[in-house]
């Protein structure tokens, strides 16, 4: 596969205690390997999703660093195919390992990059999913634990519209083993959300925190989601309960 090589230099400041250091990247196209001072701190095979990798061991602080990103081209996605003789993408059949997109030729780092600090206990991920069928809402959460420790938290999410608090879940108490993830669910019921829709893109903004158990506030996460659930029936589409017929081109920008 033909690779490019990217180079930054970037210092940071001392951290607080029990916090870690990540470097997380919006979108690489495709297979990358990153290195920091030097050091291995991780790899990505995927072109469109996000992903962080841990620099806390390799970082230097009120010091510059060096950050090297090794990319491959759409051909490192490729499996049970000679890749060096891979010329086009329509010559190969059931040889694609991963999404690649229309514009598989264009190849690099193309979204975002930044320095995130987390505490060894964060929230990874937060997932709203809601129904209008069920009049409910069910909220996942996503917790890791990097401490050598167990650790016990509550997750607390609050609902707000505009500011105003307009739904509060029940909190929920776990304990995380170290160095893992936990995955918490909470659904609930709502009875007369404020439906979003095209004509009313209405937005509320989800609170999810998490807290020892002394109280103290380790992690927080916001979240915007709009309250609507869309179903088909035969061909066609539903959009909260209303008939909803979609025109569209096939447009594909990455």
């Known amino acids: 596969p033909y690779s490019v090589w990217f180079r930054k230099r970037f210092s940071i400041s001392s951290i607080p205690p029990d916090n870690n250091v990540f ?22 095979w995927d072109g469109f999703s996000p992903f962080m990798v841990n620099i806390t061991n390799v970082v230097k602080y009120n010091s510059e660093n060096e950050l090297l990103v090794f990319v491959e081209d759409w051909r490192s996605m490729l ?6 003789r891979a010329k086009d993408v329509y010559d190969l059949h059931d040889a694609i390992a991963y ?3 229309s514009q598989y030729t264009n190849y690099g780092i193309w979204d975002s990059v930044e320095i995130v600090i987390l505490p060894k206990v964060w929230i990874s991920d937060v997932f709203v999913m809601t129904s209008v069928r069920l009049r409910n809402i ?10 050598i420790f167990k650790r016990e938290i509550v997750v607390v999410n609050r609902i707000y519209d505009h500011g105003r608090l307009a739904k509060e879940l ?7 083993p170290a160095k893992s993830s936990l995955t918490v669910n909470i659904t609930e019921g709502w009875e007369d959300p404020h439906l979003w829709s095209p004509d009313d893109p209405h937005l509320y903004v ?14 927080e996460k916001r979240t915007r989601f709009g ?12 959009l909260n ?3 909803v017929i979609l025109r569209a081109t096939g447009c594909h920008p990455l």
């Open 23 to 44: 470097i997380r990247f919006y979108g690489v196209k495709f297979h990358c390997v990153i290195y920091v001072n030097g050091h291995d701190v991780g790899e990505h």
């Open 79 to 84: 499996q049970g195919v000679n890749k060096e």
């Open 99 to 101: 999404p690649i997109g």
């Open 138 to 147: 069910t909220v996942r959460v996503e917790v890791r634990n990097d401490d």
């Open 170 to 176: 029940k909190n929920i108490t776990v304990t995380i």
């Open 206 to 219: 989800l609170k999810t925190i998490i807290v020892d158990k002394n109280g103290n506030v380790i992690d």
């Open 227 to 238: 309250f609507r659930e869309f179903w088909i029936v035969g061909d066609s589409f539903y």
């Open 241 to 243: 309960g209303k008939h």
